[in-house]
């Protein structure tokens, strides 16, 4: 597609539920980055996927977070039963690949637990 | 490990003034440099990047300058516009590191004033 694509833009839901946020990244681009953004706060590293090599998943704030990129390219984060202090954007980047190329960002779904 | 570390905000200037945002960096590695901006209700949009020391990035007359002594990329603009309000976030991408997951500071908000 002509940029990274993020579904749903929005979602609320209730605490303790579970959620999926999408994310499609640019055709091509190898390597894949989740974000939170919280309000007032900078952008906190998540999980980084790069082609066929282990996730890095050392920025999931707990175990009720995961993500999975399936066939190197469409990737999902699931949040298993949703706390209020979840509520954030999530953002997807991709980029080209692991060298000093730029990553494009989509417009992110902001998740608000109720 | 990594990390960036940019000024808070918010950063309050009259249009037509000058413009230096701070931004160090820690990295064990051979990092390149970014400035994102973030304009109101849009996505991350990469604004200038850097790939080795004494590189300078500019952008939109946005400059900054990787200086490998000092451990700075400091974002500068001479003349700044009502348009440029936006969050800019600096950021590194560590490849000679133990990844190459691009690293953010916490953002700094700049309001420019008519």
């Known amino acids: 597609g002509a940029g990274v694509s993020q579904s749903p833009s929005n979602k609320v839901t209730e605490k303790g539920k579970d959620v999926e946020l999408r994310c499609d990244p640019i055709?091509?681009?190898?390597?894949l980055y989740w974000y939170r953004q919280s309000l007032g706060q900078g952008l906190e590293f998540l999980i980084y996927?790069?082609?066929?090599?282990?996730?890095?998943k050392s920025g999931l704030p707990s175990d009720r977070f995961s993500a999975e990129r399936t066939g190197g390219s469409v990737s999902t984060l699931t949040i298993q039963r949703t706390q209020q202090e979840d509520s954030a954007v999530y953002l997807c980047?991709?980029?080209?690949?692991?060298?000093?190329?730029?990553?494009?960002f989509g417009q992110g779904t902001r998740l608000t637990v109720v | 490990g990594d990390s960036v570390t940019q000024m808070e905000g918010p950063v309050t200037l009259s249009e037509e003034a000058f413009l230096t945002i701070n931004c160090t960096y820690t990295?064990?590695?051979?990092?390149?440099l970014f400035w994102y901006v973030q304009y109101p209700g849009e996505g991350l949009q990469l604004l200038l990047k850097?790939?080795?020391?004494?590189d300078k990035g500019s952008n939109k007359g946005f400059e900054a300058t990787y200086r490998k002594e000092t451990t700075s990329f400091h974002l500068e603009k001479g003349s700044v516009q009502v348009s440029d309000s936006a969050v800019y976030f600096c950021a590194l991408s560590d490849h000679g590191g133990a990844t190459n997951k691009l690293i953010f500071g916490t953002g700094t908000l700049l309001a420019v004033q008519p």
């Open positions: 996927f790069q082609g066929n090599s282990a996730p890095d």
């Open positions: 990295a064990t590695g051979y990092p390149s």
């Open positions: 850097a790939t080795k020391a004494d």
């Open positions: 980047a991709s980029s080209l690949d692991r060298d000093r190329t730029e990553a494009f």
């Open positions: 055709s091509g681009h190898t390597a």
